[in-house]
C-alpha cells in the first residue's frame, strides 16, 4: 500500500509526495511536528501540516535567503535568524569568513532537536562554535537588542501559529532598532499566487521604515506556489548595486553573482503586487 504525505494549503490547494518511512511524529508546546522520509525529496520537516524544508530543495531557499543580503552588505560581521531551527540558513552563513557571531532565536526547542537528529545535511553548522541558539521568542529577544546585528534573517514559517507576529509593522520597526547603522533585513513572504495581499501589506511595512526596499523572487518547487519572494530591507546598501565581480566563490548549488542581480528583475504581476498602493 502506498502512504502519501499531503499539505493542504489555502483550503483550496493539495500537495502531495509519496511516503518511504516516518521518522518521528510528536506535539510540542507550540506546533504538531513530522519528520519524513519522502520518494522525491528525501527527509522533509513538517510543522502543523505544511512543509518546511526537504534534504533536496532546501538548498535554494536558504542560498537565496541568506547569500544576496550576505554579499550586499560590505562586512557582514554579525547575524540574526528569527527562526530557522532547522539550521539551513546558520549552514549558508558559515560560508562567509567575515561573520564573527550568528545568533538563532527559535520559539520550539523540539525543531533544533529534530534537525540535529534526523536532518544532519542541514543542521551541521548548529554546532559551530560561532552560533549562539537562543530559544525563545524571538520577537522579545529583537525587542531587547539595540543596534547590534548587521544582518536579521526572517526565517519563519506562514502566517499561522506561533509565526503571526513576524509580519507585523511593530516587529518590522523593532528590527530597525536591532540593527545597526548600514544594517539589512531579509524576511521570507511567501507566494505571490497564494498570498499576494499579504505580500502587497508588507511590501508597504517596508517602505514605510526602511530607505531601502527591495523584493526578489526564486523557485521553489515543494512550496505552494513555487515562485517565491523575499523583500529586503536595508539602510544604507542596496543590492542592486552591488559589484557582482567583487563577489567571491563559495560552494552553492542555485546561487552565482549573476542570479543575484536577476533575483530582482520581477515579472509584472510580481511587481505589481509589490508596487500597488
Known sequence: MDLWFTENHANNIKYSLKVNKTL????TDY????????EQYGRILVLDGILQTTEKDEFVYH?????????THKNPRSVLIVGGGDGGAIKEILKHNSVERIVLAEIDRKVVENAKKYLQN???GLDNDKVEIMIGDGIKYVNEHKNEFDI??????????PAVGLFTIDFYKSVYECLKDD???VAQTESPFIYGNLINKLSKMFKQIYPITKPYICIIPTYPGSLWTFTMGSKKYDPENIDTNNIPKIDTKYYTPQI??????LPKFVKDIFEEV
Open 31 to 38: 506546533q504538531d511536528l513530522a519528520v519524513i522520509e519522502t
Open 24 to 27: 518521528n511524529v510528536e506535539k
Open 260 to 265: 543575484h542581480k536577476a533575483a530582482f528583475i
Open 183 to 185: 544594517g539589512i533585513i
Open 122 to 124: 542541514i543542521s551541521y
Open 63 to 71: 542560498e537565496m535567503i541568506v547569500h544576496v543580503p550576505l554579499f
Open 152 to 161: 536579521v534573517i526572517v526565517d519563519s514559517t506562514d502566517p499561522i501559529g
